[in-house]
């Protein structure tokens, strides 16, 4: 362990389930390297996912006013440079965090970056010459910045934050009079949503994995997106079931964090959800499509078998996309080669 860095900027400015990622690794340090502190700079809105984690300070970059811009980039070093960094771990390695690392780097400060593997992730997803192989995780690649930095960090025997204790105002949203006793049974969590269409499991087929988990009375099935469409999808999936909430603007992002941390286990596409639950110890069952967990982003500490992977022997060309924003002629409906049955089975807890 270098003895002269105490002070670190770490840079993880977007997208939700790559913040969320970023948690993990970022616990085992500080609990590995206990005279480090660590200062995240990131949007505002991720600052929970960081909350109680031990030596860890949230800078909030302001991207729509102060901190907008190239002359916003400056005043962003300028800003974290009043905080005595010693050095910056940037793991997001785009064009505004290479900024802003190439001034400390000129400043004299040890600067790391993650390599987030571009050539191997397109010879996984080519559809020609495709090389179907895993790649290093993202975990695994944040890792190696941070050595960069001359710190080590184990990720093999992770802790988790503790399961939160549920507010009555948390509470009353889902249970009558707010009563802790009427949260008993398995919760499951589903999140059935991502940002392309091709990770998203079919309606008609989500609508079934719901009513079979539902039809368990003591299963309490936890709905989880955002925005009036979503929302009105989920109250559709909800339909005349007690034991089905949405949970889908009702709560803010600390409050969904607390929830989270009391289910049994969360049911989520490759998107957000699955990285958030997983940061939090909570068994994650992920359903992918268009893309794959080979690139990397397989939720942290998971098992591949959580992974439903869709079928490569019908849809030989999968993954078709890192990130799930390539369409292919042919594979809208490669999702459908996961079956209900295989879903429910995964997630059945008894």
Known sequence: MSKKIQHIAVIRLSAMGDVAMTAPVIRAFVEQNKNVKITIVSRPFFKPFFDGIDNVNFFAVDVKERHKGFIGLLKLYSDLKQLN?????????????????????????????????????KQLTSTENKIFKPLKSMFERHVQTFTKLGFAIDLSSPNFPKKAVLSSEILKNFVDNGKISDFLGIKIGIAPFAQYESKVYPKDLMQQVIDKLAADNNN???????GNREIEILNQFASTKKNVIVVAGKLNLKQELQLISNLNVMLSMDSGNAHIAAMLGIKVISLWGATHPFAG?????????NCLVSDRE?????????YGNKKVEGYEDVMRSISVESVVEKIDLK
């Open 85 to 121: 960094i010693d050095a910056v771990a940037d793991l997001h390695n785009v064009l505004r965090s290479k900024v802003v690392r190439t001034l400390f780097a000129l400043s004299g400060k040890k600067v790391a970056f993650t390599d987030k593997g571009r050539k191997e992730k």
């Open 297 to 305: 982003f397989s939720p942290f500490n998971q098992p591949i078998e």
């Open 314 to 322: 019908k849809y030989p060309l999968l993954p078709t996309s890192v």
């Open 220 to 226: 309490k099935i936890f709905l989880f997106g955002g």
